[in-house]
């Protein structure tokens, strides 16, 4: 993995040319929402994936990096956006720089490029989950137990595991089908039989009690016992085998023909309303219906890949790593479909065993026909033979059962309506030829015995195979799923280890005996903690949003933690940290810092407040920190620093651009003031709500200044230090007569004259007001380092006032008397 080390980013998202020093070291954005923090982060994730996760996933699909990641003002010239990062390589001990353009994400320019840094750089470009986004916290803890698995799986690159499960699945399932029906088959060849045989038992003592007695008639040995090879028949001549045609047996046939038409109307119709209704669950979702009749054609593009251009389009990727990712989130978002298509798959079969009954009835019916010469009817029964046989092979598919859907609903056996007359005058005509001599009738029993045994038995072979086939899928998919959960319930007991132990850290106050269970099986994973030692339920019975939040942000780490052990060494946390109570925050910077002191985390986030809890935590330095203050189309973000922000107010002005100007100045008056308050121990008027007016801050912070400046000099005077005396005076002199000071202290009071009206001011009337302030300014701050002075230790009585390099260091304790 890499750290980052700087970056430079032009015409990007909403960033129009921005440098950032990030140091290798973890580091802080702030600033108010919609300041272009989160652009950063898309810039980051850009420059190492190729992609913008906040450009794919759910509701993104008219989103495209191609389209929406050059600025709103480039968007016809994707050449201008690009993103320059300079990263360090821990396990090469070098640096490198990676250029990415809009144009061409997946060409990236790599210096050097040496193969090692090649592999490096590629191996983190296919691990977009560095990046966790607020939106995305959650997605571990409030999902079903299958999304969940999903999730995790993804992020600790399993996701081929559950493919594979569901592959076995879809083959068990099919083989399950195929041998269901084969078992109707044995049914229907069964039935046939035992109607011939006249035996309301179907065993091997029964069928030969029946044949027996033909036999002795014709004269033919007994058969004392049935074996597989057993001839029913055997002893008869050639000649002497009839044509198939035993009268009696032909009318029972007919008659259970009959029987069966009588009942169509309710055979099947609890499996056709199943289907109805799966099919209208579809229709009232055509976003699950587009799923699932795009998954076959998916599961078939991602057996096909092979390299970066797609088998179904040949759309190039950047990769291949990037096709199949999109190949794998596509199938993913069928899942739910996917059960919904078993459904209907299973309802199907069991309709298709109904049409198999109707269909063993149809073909014995269509030798009889055959026999007495009825064309008419042997036409008939063919033509709704041949439309049943469709009818199965729909029934066996998805899109076939999509569109049965209107004859589902009228009846599905669709019977002729000319069938039952047919079938009574073919019965009349069976029932009125001359019974058949004793002789005759034993020889076209014995014959049809045994076409409709070897039927039987033919079915009985193919019903064994397809149970084999059916119990090796099983046994297989068991097999996978069992070897599957040991493994991953190993996998997570370490990952509810580690969550636990972090979440237990941030919230030690009130939650210092939590746990945690992850487990899995067969495609989901179950997740419960513990709830103040009353048991484990679902994270979102009992617990409250802000520490569901700290337990999905808690979960990432622990996964990230599995996934790269010890090449964990960055994370980009886009305002995800708002998500843990403001009480735990200094609790959170020390998980980050003491579990994991060697991964450089980028956090941004809207709260000033969070902000500077990061600094005082030492998590982050104002080094290792930046501030926006605003943003506008034209000039993307706005930096907050104590250099840059005068150049661009000189800019503005330059330009005769005073309200960007004023705003500008306006706003980094209120990070200072806000910088200053909280290092000098201002006393501004308490706000439940953190949000101070600068006409409630800057007076305080000066009064605030010029009493530590007296202090100081008094307690130099205590001391006899007379050049410390002189110093603390001549900034308390210069502070107090500088022209900013004295116009705080007039609008503070002229409610006419305020800050807000700078934006009406002419040019020449404005530029006094900036040098005003940023003489004021120069007052707070060592002229050396450049950062603002602050009292220590912070409290109620200060020791000393200084700056960070000593250059400024005041005491403020008196001598004892």
Same mark, same amino acid.
Not at 36 to 62: N, P, Q
Not at 76 to 84: L, T
């Given at each position: 993995?890499i750290?980052?080390?700087?970056?430079?980013?032009?015409?990007?998202?909403?960033?129009?040319?921005?440098?950032?020093?990030?140091?290798?070291?973890?580091?802080?954005?702030?600033g108010?929402?919609?300041?272009?923090?989160?652009?950063?982060?898309?810039?980051? +994730?850009?420059?190492?994936?190729? +992609?913008?996760?906040?450009?794919?996933?759910?509701?993104?699909?008219?989103?495209?990096?191609?389209?929406?990641?050059?600025?709103?003002?480039?968007?016809?010239?994707?050449?201008?956006?690009?993103?320059?990062?300079?990263?360090?390589?821990?396990?090469?001990?070098?640096?490198?720089?990676?250029?990415?353009?809009v144009?061409?994400?997946?060409?990236?320019?790599?210096?050097?490029?040496?193969?090692?840094?090649?592999?490096?750089?590629?191996?983190?470009?296919?691990?977009?989950e560095?990046?966790?986004?607020?939106?995305?916290?959650?997605?571990?803890?409030?999902?079903?137990?299958?999304?969940?698995?999903?999730?995790?799986q993804?992020?600790?690159?399993?996701?081929?595991?559950?493919?594979?499960?569901?592959?076995?699945?879809?083959?068990?399932?099919?083989?399950?089908?195929?041998?269901k029906?084969?078992?109707?088959?044995?049914?229907?060849?069964?039935?046939?039989?035992?109607? /011939?045989?006249?035996?309301?038992?179907?065993?091997?003592?029964?069928?030969?009690?029946?044949?027996?007695?033909?036999?002795?008639?014709?004269?033919?040995?007994?058969?004392?016992?049935?074996?597989?090879?057993?001839?029913?028949?055997?002893?008869?001549?050639?000649?002497?085998?009839?044509?198939?045609?035993?009268?009696?047996?032909?009318?029972?046939?007919?008659?259970?023909?009959? #029987?069966?038409?009588? =009942?169509l109307?309710?055979?099947?119709?609890? !499996?056709a309303? $199943?289907?109805?209704?799966?099919?209208?669950?579809?229709?009232?979702?055509?976003?699950?219906?587009?799923?699932?009749?795009?998954?076959?054609?998916?599961?078939?593009?991602?057996?096909?890949?092979?390299?970066?251009?797609?088998?179904?389009?040949?759309?190039?990727?950047?990769? +291949?790593?990037?096709?199949?990712?999109?190949?794998?989130?596509?199938? =993913?978002?069928?899942? #739910?479909?996917?059960?919904?298509?078993?459904?209907?798959?299973?309802?199907?079969?069991?309709?298709?065993?109904?049409?198999?009954?109707?269909?063993?009835?149809?073909r014995?019916?269509?030798?009889?026909?055959?026999?007495?010469?009825?064309? $008419?009817g042997?036409?008939?029964?063919?033509?709704?033979? *041949?439309?049943?046989?469709?009818?199965?092979?729909?029934?066996?598919?998805?899109?076939?059962?999509?569109?049965?859907?209107?004859?589902?609903?009228?009846?599905?056996?669709?019977?002729?309506?000319? @069938?039952?007359?047919?079938?009574?005058?073919?019965t009349?005509?069976?029932?009125?030829?001359?019974?058949?001599?004793?002789?005759?009738?034993?020889?076209?029993?014995?014959? *049809?015995?045994?076409?409709?045994?070897?039927?039987?038995?033919?079915? @009985?072979?193919?019903?064994?195979?397809?149970?084999?086939?059916?119990?090796?899928?099983?046994?297989?998919?068991?097999?996978?799923?069992?070897?599957? +959960?040991?493994?991953?319930?190993?996998?997570?007991?370490?990952?509810?280890?580690?969550?636990?132990?972090?979440?237990?850290?941030?919230?030690?106050?009130?939650?210092?005996?939590?746990?945690?269970?992850?487990?899995?099986?067969?495609?989901?994973?179950?997740?419960?903690?513990?709830?103040?030692?009353?048991?484990?339920?679902?994270?979102?019975?009992? /617990?409250?949003?802000?520490?569901?939040?700290?337990?999905?942000?808690?979960l990432?780490?622990?996964l @990230?933690?599995?996934?790269?052990?010890?090449?964990?060494?960055?994370?980009?946390?886009? #305002?995800?940290? @708002?998500?843990?109570?403001?009480?735990?925050?200094?609790?959170?910077?020390?998980?980050?810092?003491?579990?994991?002191?060697? *991964?450089?985390?980028?956090?941004?986030?809207?709260?000033?407040?969070?902000?500077?809890?990061?600094?005082s935590?030492?998590?982050?330095?104002?080094?290792?920190?930046?501030?926006?203050?605003?943003?506008?189309?034209?000039?993307?973000?706005?930096?907050?620093?104590?250099?840059?922000?005068?150049?661009?107010?000189?800019?503005?002005?330059?330009?005769?651009?005073?309200?960007?100007?004023? /705003?500008?100045?306006r706003? /980094?008056?209120?990070?200072?003031?806000?910088?200053?308050?909280?290092?000098?121990?201002?006393?501004?008027?308490?706000r439940?709500?953190?949000?101070?007016?600068?006409?409630?801050?800057?007076?305080?912070?000066?009064?605030?200044?010029?009493?530590?400046?007296?202090?100081?000099?008094?307690?130099?005077?205590?001391?006899?230090? *007379?050049?410390?005396?002189?110093?603390?005076?001549?900034?308390?002199?210069?502070?107090?007569?500088?022209?900013?000071?004295?116009?705080?202290?007039?609008?503070?009071?002229?409610?006419?004259?305020?800050?807000?009206?700078?934006?009406?001011?002419?040019?020449?009337?404005?530029?006094?007001?900036?040098?005003?302030?940023?003489?004021?300014? !120069?007052?707070?701050?060592?002229?050396?380092?450049?950062?603002w002075?602050?009292?220590?230790?912070?409290?109620?009585?200060?020791?000393?006032?200084?700056?960070?390099?000593?250059?400024?260091?005041?005491?403020?304790?008196?001598?004892?008397?």
């Amino acid at each position: 993995m890499i750290k980052l080390e700087t970056a430079h980013v032009e015409e990007f998202r909403g960033i129009r040319k921005l440098d950032i020093d990030f140091g290798k070291g973890t580091f802080a954005i702030s600033g108010p929402n919609g300041t272009g923090k989160s652009g950063v982060i898309d810039a980051i +994730e850009f420059g190492l994936t190729g +992609e913008i996760g906040r450009l794919t996933g759910r509701g993104t699909k008219s989103l495209s990096v191609s389209e929406h990641g050059p600025h709103v003002d480039k968007v016809k010239f994707p050449d201008a956006a690009f993103v320059e990062l300079k990263v360090f390589l821990p396990a090469l001990g070098k640096s490198a720089t990676i250029t990415r353009k809009v144009s061409a994400p997946g060409k990236p320019k790599i210096e050097p490029a040496d193969a090692d840094v090649k592999a490096a750089l590629a191996e983190i470009a296919d691990h977009p989950e560095i990046t966790l986004a607020r939106r995305d916290i959650l997605r571990f803890i409030l999902v079903e137990p299958t999304k969940r698995s999903e999730e995790i799986q993804a992020i600790l690159k399993l996701d081929g595991i559950g493919q594979t499960r569901a592959a076995l699945n879809t083959a068990q399932n099919k083989l399950q089908s195929g041998f269901k029906s084969a078992t109707g088959q044995v049914q229907s060849s069964r039935d046939t039989l035992q109607r /011939h045989l006249q035996i309301a038992v179907f065993g091997a003592a029964e069928l030969l009690a029946a044949v027996n007695p033909k036999r002795e008639a014709l004269g033919l040995p007994k058969i004392e016992a049935l074996t597989p090879d057993t001839q029913l028949d055997a002893g008869l001549s050639d000649a002497d085998k009839l044509p198939e045609f035993n009268k009696q047996s032909a009318l029972r046939d007919l008659q259970a023909l009959s #029987d069966m038409l009588g =009942s169509l109307a309710d055979m099947g119709k609890e !499996e056709a309303a $199943a289907i109805l209704s799966d099919i209208a669950t579809l229709e009232g979702d055509p976003a699950l219906l587009q799923a699932l009749q795009r998954r076959s054609l998916v599961e078939k593009g991602l057996e096909l890949v092979d390299g970066p251009e797609c088998p179904l389009c040949d759309h190039p990727w950047p990769d +291949e790593n990037h096709l199949l990712g999109h190949l794998k989130a596509k199938l =993913s978002k069928s899942e #739910d479909a996917g059960k919904l298509q078993t459904s209907l798959l299973t309802n199907g079969g069991n309709l298709t065993a109904h049409a198999e009954n109707l269909l063993g009835l149809l073909r014995q019916a269509l030798r009889i026909s055959k026999g007495e010469g009825d064309a $008419a009817g042997a036409d008939l029964i063919t033509a709704w033979g *041949t439309d049943l046989q469709e009818l199965k092979g729909h029934l066996g598919n998805f899109d076939g059962l999509i569109g049965l859907k209107e004859r589902l609903g009228s009846g599905w056996p669709k019977m002729p309506e000319a @069938m039952p007359s047919r079938l009574a005058t073919l019965t009349a005509k069976v029932d009125a030829k001359p019974d058949q001599s004793a002789a005759i009738e034993a020889q076209t029993f014995l014959t *049809t015995a045994q076409l409709r045994l070897n039927d039987y038995r033919d079915a @009985m072979r193919r019903n064994e195979t397809a149970k084999a086939a059916s119990s090796a899928a099983k046994a297989a998919y068991d097999a996978y799923c069992r070897v599957m +959960e040991q493994e991953l319930n190993a996998l997570y007991e370490d990952v509810q280890g580690d969550f636990s132990t972090f979440y237990r850290l941030i919230n030690e106050d009130d939650e210092a005996k939590f746990t945690a269970k992850l487990t899995p099986s067969e495609g989901r994973l179950d997740f419960d903690v513990n709830f103040y030692e009353r048991g484990l339920f679902p994270p979102g019975a009992y /617990h409250s949003e802000g520490h569901q939040d700290g337990m999905g942000v808690c979960l990432y780490l622990a996964l @990230m933690k599995r996934l790269f052990a010890k090449s964990f060494t960055i994370a980009l946390l886009d #305002d995800v940290v @708002m998500s843990v109570d403001s009480g735990h925050r200094y609790q959170f910077c020390k998980l980050l810092k003491t579990h994991f002191p060697d *991964t450089q985390f980028i956090i941004t986030t809207h709260d000033r407040l969070w902000a500077e809890q990061m600094k005082s935590a030492g998590l982050v330095t104002a080094k290792t920190s930046l501030a926006f203050h605003s943003w506008t189309v034209d000039t993307g973000p706005l930096v907050e620093s104590n250099a840059d922000i005068w150049d661009e107010i000189a800019a503005a002005l330059a330009k005769g651009k005073v309200e960007t100007a004023a /705003h500008g100045l306006r706003h /980094h008056l209120e990070y200072a003031s806000r910088q200053l308050a909280d290092h000098l121990g201002a006393r501004p008027i308490f706000r439940a709500d953190g949000n101070y007016d600068l006409g409630e801050l800057l007076p305080n912070v000066l009064s605030r200044a010029k009493d530590l400046y007296g202090k100081a000099a008094d307690a130099a005077q205590s001391w006899g230090n *007379t050049t410390a005396k002189e110093a603390a005076l001549e900034r308390k002199a210069t502070l107090s007569g500088s022209s900013g000071a004295s116009n705080v202290e007039q609008w503070a009071v002229n409610k006419a004259v305020h800050y807000n009206e700078w934006a009406n001011f002419g040019k020449k009337d404005f530029e006094p007001v900036v040098t005003a302030f940023k003489e004021l300014l !120069e007052c707070l701050r060592c002229k050396d380092c450049q950062t603002w002075l602050y009292v220590t230790p912070r409290g109620g009585s200060p020791d000393s006032l200084r700056c960070q390099c000593s250059g400024v260091s005041l005491n403020l304790k008196a001598k004892p008397k």
